[in-house]
Nanobody
Framework: VQLVESGGDLVQPGGSLRLSCAAS????????IGWFRQAPGKEREGVSC????????YYADSVKGRFTISRDNAKNTVYLQMNSLKPEDTAVYYCATAAECLDDFDSWGQGTQVTVSS
């Protein structure tokens, strides 16, 4: 059972990135998938989640309207489209699985670095 994040990069403010969370060894569509981030010296925070049951999506206020979470069950992958990026979005981004978005997240990927800087 493994989650692998990818897509992190250095991008200028106002730019876009799409992060991917790919699963191996299990089927992602049975799980809620959350995206989290942790900036240096800060606690990890939840960014977004997509439900396993009905595809409902949830966003932190700080990213609402700029980030979009989606899943492609055929590719066993969940995406986080990030637009209008700001320097304060700089962090390591992780994906994780849970039974549902309000449950504990128990399987985590290794993270991918997103840096927003001019």
């Amino acid at each position: 059972v493994q989650l692998v994040e990818s897509g992190g990069d250095l991008v200028q403010p106002g730019g876009s990135l799409r992060l991917s969370c790919a699963a191996s060894g299990f089927t992602l569509d049975y799980y809620a998938i959350g995206w989290f981030r942790q900036a240096p010296g800060k606690e990890r925070e939840g960014v977004s989640c997509i439900s396993s049951s009905d595809g409902s999506t949830y966003y932190a206020d700080s990213v609402k309207g700029r980030f979009t979470i989606s899943r492609d069950n055929a590719k066993n992958t969940v995406y986080l489209q990030m637009n209008s990026l700001k320097p304060e979005d700089t962090a390591v981004y992780y994906c994780a699985t849970a039974a549902e978005c309000l449950d504990d997240f128990d399987s985590w990927g290794q993270g991918t670095q997103v840096t927003v800087s001019s």
